[in-house]
């Protein structure tokens, strides 16, 4: 759905202004994430990117297009070092899901793998955020990639010797969680860095595209290759993927970084960024919602194998293909939301909401055929819903507390696994594959709800429900609170 569609659908919600320190952006802009980064700039902010030691502004922005981000050289490195390291990702998912269904028959099981490698970014998230303000970024990400390489390669090992038992999993996986710590908000920010303000949601779209494009092979391959051969040759194949991620930040340019100063050392970074972020609707709304859902709707590895497992009948070829569908509705997700010229809460608000109903449509499929087709555009849904929540969370926060803000996003995103992955684990057990994912999707389609109603309250708006007939009337709609007292 593009911009220009969303926006004829509804008045768009402002959020009430208030008053703001010199140099930042006007927030009756930042609902539709207009460039933060740029208001900051033109008023001279500290933190504004610029070329190192070249005491110039971010560039001004470029014309748009579909793969804008990949005129920058840097940002080429970047991405195609990614997508052999995210197709070695995907195999290993597949392969530490089966592994552990394999050794322990339990979707429960499962969770508890999913909530160990997630549970660091609950506990510890905001911490990293901290130490990717504080530290150069590059530098954070070299070190970040090559743990997660050696975690591999010794994973690999325990398997492919006959040695590993399911706490090898777990402790593996607790272990890769510690280290996403500091690597997912340093890439998150990291990206501004690479192609500056001006193409960054283009960025965060075509990174998304490039992950989710190597869930197309990843999941194929791996399934193939666990049939064949056994899950340790996946294993081996993700360690080793990692040189490709390495050699492309060694190879990087730093002249043509935006970098951002780094934050000094200090008491109370933490508790800054915490307030930063509670005292701006356009973003505190946004991480609510990417919370519920992140804990909630996005629980696949535990729904998608139960659903191979015990409700088709199939193999881990058959959980791979589920993966690989679901991979090209988020591509074409992806590459949709790389169009769009901006990233809008009402854009967020519907991806989610249909993401939610399409869950529960899948969770009471009838037959295999059928809950196949759902899975593309439950992809597709839910790729838009992501890329617009990033998007909209970057450009709507400082540069300076981006590290900061971005690990709160990612910790409600992926840290709330931890809390949902086991509870929707044992209702997949104990009430079945189809109880477990409608309970999902009911959770995603009210808090989506739920957080529209708040937004709209906020920029002044109600809810509005017209049963007369006629081509003039809509059923639903958002309408100024004012009409109400000049209608009366």
Request: glycine share 12%; charged share 10%; hydrophobic share 50%.
């Given at each position: 759905?593009?911009?220009a569609?969303a926006?004829?659908?509804?008045?768009e919600?402002?959020?009430?202004?208030?008053?703001?320190?010199?140099?930042?952006?006007?927030?009756?802009?930042?609902?539709?994430?207009?460039?933060?980064?740029?208001?900051?700039?033109?008023?001279?902010?500290?933190?504004?990117?610029?070329?190192?030691?070249?005491?110039?502004?971010?560039?001004?922005?470029?014309?748009?297009?579909?793969?804008?981000?990949?005129?920058?050289r840097?940002?080429r490195?970047?991405?195609?070092?990614?997508?052999?390291?995210?197709?070695?990702?995907?195999?290993?998912?597949?392969?530490?899901?089966?592994?552990?269904?394999?050794?322990?028959?339990?979707?429960?099981?499962?969770?508890?793998?999913?909530?160990?490698?997630f549970?660091?970014?609950?506990?510890?998230?905001l911490y990293?955020?901290?130490?990717?303000?504080?530290?150069?970024?590059?530098?954070?990400?070299?070190?970040?990639?090559?743990?997660?390489?050696?975690?591999?390669?010794?994973?690999?090992?325990?398997?492919?010797?006959?040695?590993?038992?399911?706490?090898?999993?777990?402790?593996?996986?607790?272990?890769?969680?510690?280290v996403?710590?500091?690597?997912?908000?340093?890439?998150?920010?990291?990206?501004?860095?690479?192609?500056?303000?001006?193409?960054?949601?283009?960025?965060?779209?075509?990174?998304?595209?490039?992950?989710?494009?190597?869930?197309?092979?990843?999941?194929?391959?791996?399934?193939?290759?666990?049939?064949?051969?056994?899950?340790?040759?996946?294993?081996?194949?993700?360690g080793?993927?990692?040189l490709?991620?390495?050699?492309?930040?060694?190879?990087?340019?730093?002249?043509?970084?935006?970098e951002?100063?780094?934050?000094?050392?200090?008491?109370?970074?933490l508790?800054?960024?915490?307030r930063y972020?509670?005292?701006?609707?356009?973003?505190i709304?946004?991480?609510?919602?990417?919370?519920?859902?992140?804990?909630?709707?996005?629980n696949?590895?535990?729904?998608?194998?139960?659903?191979?497992?015990?409700?088709?009948?199939?193999?881990?070829?058959?959980?791979?293909?589920?993966?690989?569908?679901?991979?090209?509705?988020?591509?074409?997700?992806?590459?949709?939301?790389?169009?769009?010229?901006?990233?809008?809460?009402?854009?967020?608000?519907?991806?989610?909401?249909?993401?939610?109903?399409?869950?529960?449509?899948?969770?009471?499929?009838?037959?295999?055929?059928?809950?196949?087709?759902?899975?593309?555009?439950?992809?597709?849904?839910?790729?838009?819903?992501?890329?617009?929540?990033?998007?909209?969370?970057?450009?709507?926060?400082?540069?300076?507390?981006?590290?900061?803000?971005?690990?709160?996003?990612?910790?409600?995103?992926?840290?709330?696994?931890?809390?949902?992955?086991?509870?929707?684990?044992?209702?997949?057990?104990?009430?079945?594959?189809?109880?477990?994912?409608?309970?999902?999707?009911?959770?995603?389609?009210?808090?989506?709800?739920?957080?529209?109603?708040?937004?709209?309250?906020?920029?002044?708006?109600r809810?509005?429900?017209?049963?007369?007939?006629?081509?003039?009337?809509?059923?639903?709609?958002?309408?100024?609170?004012?009409?109400?007292?000049?209608?009366?």
């Amino acid at each position: 759905m593009s911009s220009a569609a969303a926006s004829e659908a509804a008045p768009e919600p402002n959020i009430p202004e208030r008053t703001e320190p010199a140099g930042t952006a006007d927030p009756a802009d930042l609902p539709t994430a207009a460039g933060a980064d740029a208001a900051a700039g033109a008023a001279g902010t500290p933190g504004t990117p610029v070329a190192p030691g070249a005491g110039r502004p971010a560039a001004p922005p470029a014309p748009g297009g579909m793969f804008s981000s990949l005129r920058n050289r840097n940002y080429r490195l970047f991405a195609g070092g990614a997508i052999v390291s995210n197709t070695g990702t995907w195999m290993s998912r597949i392969a530490q899901d089966w592994l552990v269904l394999s050794l322990t028959g339990s979707s429960f099981a499962v969770g508890i793998t999913t909530a160990l490698q997630f549970l660091p970014m609950l506990l510890f998230g905001l911490y990293g955020g901290v130490i990717a303000d504080r530290y150069p970024k590059r530098r954070i990400l070299v070190a970040t990639q090559a743990l997660m390489g050696l975690l591999g390669l010794g994973l690999a090992a325990l398997t492919l010797s006959g040695a590993v038992q399911v706490w090898h999993v777990y402790a593996m996986a607790f272990a890769v969680g510690m280290v996403t710590v500091v690597d997912n908000p340093a890439r998150q920010a990291f990206v501004v860095e690479m192609v500056g303000p001006a193409d960054v949601r283009n960025a965060v779209s075509l990174n998304s595209a490039n992950f989710q494009s190597a869930r197309l092979v990843g999941p194929a391959v791996a399934g193939a290759l666990i049939t064949a051969v056994g899950s340790g040759w996946a294993f081996l194949f993700n360690g080793l993927s990692f040189l490709a991620p390495l050699a492309g930040l060694l190879l990087m340019r730093s002249s043509q970084l935006y970098e951002v100063p780094t934050a000094p050392r200090g008491k109370g970074q933490l508790r800054e960024g915490l307030r930063y972020v509670a005292g701006r609707p356009e973003l505190i709304w946004p991480i609510v919602l990417v919370g519920f859902i992140g804990t909630f709707a996005y629980n696949f590895p535990i729904w998608l194998t139960a659903f191979a497992d015990d409700v088709f009948h199939g193999d881990a070829g058959m959980y791979g293909l589920f993966n690989s569908l679901l991979a090209v509705g988020s591509v074409v997700g992806a590459l949709l939301a790389a169009r769009r010229g901006s990233s809008r809460l009402r854009l967020l608000v519907g991806a989610a909401l249909g993401f939610g109903l399409l869950e529960v449509v899948a969770a009471l499929a009838p037959t295999y055929w059928i809950f196949l087709v759902l899975m593309l555009p439950i992809g597709i849904f839910g790729l838009t819903f992501n890329t617009t929540a990033n998007a909209s969370v970057q450009l709507a926060t400082d540069p300076a507390m981006r590290g900061r803000v971005m690990s709160l996003f990612m910790m409600v995103f992926v840290g709330g696994t931890p809390l949902g992955g086991p509870l929707v684990g044992w209702i997949t057990d104990v009430f079945g594959a189809r109880t477990g994912f409608l309970a999902g999707g009911l959770v995603a389609a009210a808090a989506a709800a739920c957080v529209g109603l708040v937004l709209a309250r906020l920029g002044g708006l109600r809810l509005k429900i017209d049963l007369h007939r006629g081509k003039d009337h809509k059923l639903i709609e958002f309408v100024p609170r004012e009409s109400e007292s000049v209608a009366a």
